[in-house]
């Protein structure tokens, strides 16, 4: 495993040519990376959430790898896209969820930008994601930017790398996405 990044890119090249057995040299590879990420998900989570970080690397890894179109191109794309997947299987969950309790009012503070919040946020995912898709038909940059960063709890200097982005870009796109959330967040509450 002398070049994990490129062993990475080899097997998910042969991944793409159908040779499923790459699947097994894959995982010990992107593992921990996968893992990483969705603790960054969990820990904007409530305690005792259902969802471990385990059963969600595993579920977006079975996901990812079951793509047939995937044009699997190195490393980073890979994890970003799993950063992506998880997101959607929180946003999933977490509307499975709602569906027993309604009317909380939504805010979106620093502490769920930074990850410190410790309460039961399933309406603040839901209502950034709603919003999210909204960013993503105007900037769809900025709206990949704030998957990565939020969702996935990547650094400046891993979303650039996913993005092929200078950090100083991802830098200006994420202060100016996070405050376009926040004004969209605060209009939604004022209706």
Known sequence: MADSNGDVTALLGQL??????????LMP????????????????????HT??????????????????????QNRAQFVGVAAQLMRRLLVDHARRRRAAKRGIPVTLNEEVFNGTGGVDQTEEILAVD??????????PRQSRIVELRYFGGLSVEETAEAMSLSPRTVKGDWAMAKAWLRSQLGAREAV
């Open 16 to 25: 793409k040519l159908g040779h499923k057995e790459a699947l097994t040299q």
């Open 51 to 72: 969802l471990q970080p385990t059963a969600l690397v595993h579920e977006a890894f079975l996901r990812l790898v079951d793509q047939d179109r995937a044009a699997w």
């Open 130 to 139: 709603e919003v999210l898709a909204r960013l993503e038909e105007l900037d």
């Open 29 to 48: 590879l992107v593992y921990r990376e996968l893992r990483r990420v969705a603790g960054c998900y969990m820990r904007n989570e409530r305690p005792g």
